[in-house]
């Protein structure tokens, strides 16, 4: 489907210490790549000081050539902060009070036993028709305001505080949610995250071919985070019912291209939450077992807080730390000396009883093994080699499955990538269970 319609975004940094150098604009990078990430295409940067007649220059042209314009700095209580008077000045609107605002900040300098100095009332201001952005962490709130432009259409303007922590929960929280669920001008934005795992991202660009278009509507954009792919459907078009439509669709079409890689939807969903969902439908539950230097998969499923599908983790160090928690199988013995995968694999039949009794011993449906996370400490930034490693699966009916594979990379990634190769073959025993 070639795409109807583009959402052009301008992203505006005022302040004079940015254009005189004195730091740099980190947050005009975060934006644009939040932004490309809905779909919306950030076609302009700018950096403006603070002058007034300046700043309503550069937001009269922005409300012109972008349908959608964010703005940081310029929200603070000096009188060099004036982003809230241009906005007032290009909607040609007068400022007005609002005691939600007002409220906001005499409580946040309560808490901080502090007095609210008479400026910063100025923050309580806000043009008429505007819309408060919300600000949980300071006391500059942010401005939502749609401003006419001469071909009769509008642009919608976020002004944002300049601090970064701030300014990203407002977008985060506030914005993004404003952009998807509403509409730019007459055009609708909808939003939908599929989650997939268990290739790289070039592969997966490949496999989609002309679904990661940027002429494609909706459009899919690819990204990755500790080898976890995200795939965003972003559909725009005049009416909701359209973008769902569109969107699922196009959710079909990536089902039937890269059915063995996709596991859930949703912007934090995880394959712990997709485990933990599957075994608490079935009523079943699970203990896992993590070797080496490393247990993130036993962080990751604690914190689902209370669930039955999970009933603890193991973490050790070696396989011969694993020998001594392993229940004895009388008249036989398991040699665990030297490298864990070679150690665990002299006696397989062995082994997968041990590990059998050990599920049972426990009272568990489903065991998982893996071995073992590597130690990262002098291993620098320099990509890791790739190292034979196991995995091992016990269902509830006592069959032992196994899978080897090789698996390297950066540092920052290698130990999570492990751990969640190991969930997938985990999710593929339970699919087939």
Known sequence: ??????????????????????????????????????GIHVAFHTTVGDRIEHNVDVFRVASERADVVIATG???????????????????????????????????????????PERNKVQAMFPRGSQQVFNPQG?????DISIPRSDGTHSRIFALPGVPAEMKCMFVDTVVPRLVSGKVDGTVIQHHV?????????????????????????????????????????????????????????RKQILELVPEFYFGEGETFEQHHAINHLLCSRQESL??????????????????????????????????????????IPGETINCAGDSHEAMTQSNELFEQQLES??????????????????????????????QLTFWVVSPSGRVSHDEESIGGHPDVIQPRIAKAAMAFLRHQVGIH
């Open 74 to 116: 310029g929200l603070g209580p000096t009188r060099d902060d004036l982003t809230r008077e241009v906005l007032a000045e290009l909607a040609e609107q007068p400022l007005e009070f609002d005691q939600d605002a007002m409220d906001h900040l005499v409580k946040l300098f309560a808490k901080r036993n502090r007095v609210m």
């Open 358 to 387: 050990f599920r049972q011993c426990h009272q568990v449906d489903w065991l998982l093994l893996v071995d073992a996370y590597p130690f990262l400490q002098e291993s620098g930034s320099e990509p890791m080699a790739a190292k």
């Open 194 to 250: 599929m989650k997939l795992f268990g290739t790289g991202e070039s592969d997966m660009e490949q496999r989609l071919g002309d679904m990661i278009s940027r002429n494609r509507e909706p459009r899919v954009g690819i990204t990755v985070s500790k080898a976890t792919i995200s795939l965003r459907i972003t559909a725009t078009a005049d009416s909701e019912q359209s973008c769902q439509s569109q969107i699922s669709e196009t």
């Open 139 to 143: 006391s500059a709130p942010g401005i």
């Open 1 to 38: 489907m070639t795409r109807a319609t583009e959402i052009v975004a301008e992203v505006i940094s005022i302040g004079d210490e940015m254009t005189s150098g004195a730091r740099l604009d980190t947050n005009g990078q975060w934006l644009s790549q939040r932004l490309g990430e809905i």
């Open 287 to 328: 203990m896992v077992i993590e070797l080496g230097h490393a247990a993130p998969l036993g962080d990751w499923f604690a914190s689902l807080g209370e669930t039955p599908a999970f009933q603890g983790g193991l973490s050790l160090g070696s396989a011969d730390d694993l020998r001594r928690w392993l229940p004895a």
